[in-house]
Nanobody
Framework: VQLQASGGGLVQAGGSLRLSCVGS????????MGWFRQAPGKEREFVAA????????GYADSVKGRFTISRDSAKNTVYLQMNSLKPEDTAVYYC?????????????????WGQGTLVTVSS
């Protein structure tokens, strides 16, 4: 199984970025897909997730209303649209996959992880 994240970069505060994560070697539609992030000197934290049933999504309070998770199952790809970015959103962003039935809010429930993509938001 491989998850390949991309789309990070440098953006000014208030700007937007879209992250992508392409999965291979797994039945994409059977997995909850999530995004986590780790800022310098901090622990990795949950950002957003999309249920394998496609009937629910979850967001961290800090990103609600600004970030949107979506997926294209035909392309085995999950996206994270990030708008109104703030300097505190600066982090390495990781995509991850948790088999159906698992709690997608919990980091330990995810079996597969991508390599991370760096997002830097300047003030």
């Amino acid at each position: 199984v491989q998850l390949q994240a991309s789309g990070g970069g440098l953006v000014q505060a208030g700007g937007s970025l879209r992250l992508s994560c392409v999965g291979s070697g797994l039945t994409f539609s059977s997995y909850n897909m999530g995004w986590f992030r780790q800022a310098p000197g901090k622990e990795r934290e949950f950002v957003a997730a999309d249920s394998w049933r496609r009937d629910s999504t979850g967001y961290a309070d800090s990103v609600k209303g600004r970030f949107t998770i979506s997926r294209d199952s035909a392309k085995n790809t999950v996206y994270l649209q990030m708008n109104s970015l703030k300097p505190e959103d600066t982090a390495v962003y990781y995509c991850a996959a948790a088999y159906r039935g698992r709690n997608y809010y919990i980091e330990g429930q995810y079996e597969y992880w991508g390599q991370g993509t760096l997002v830097t938001v300047s003030s």
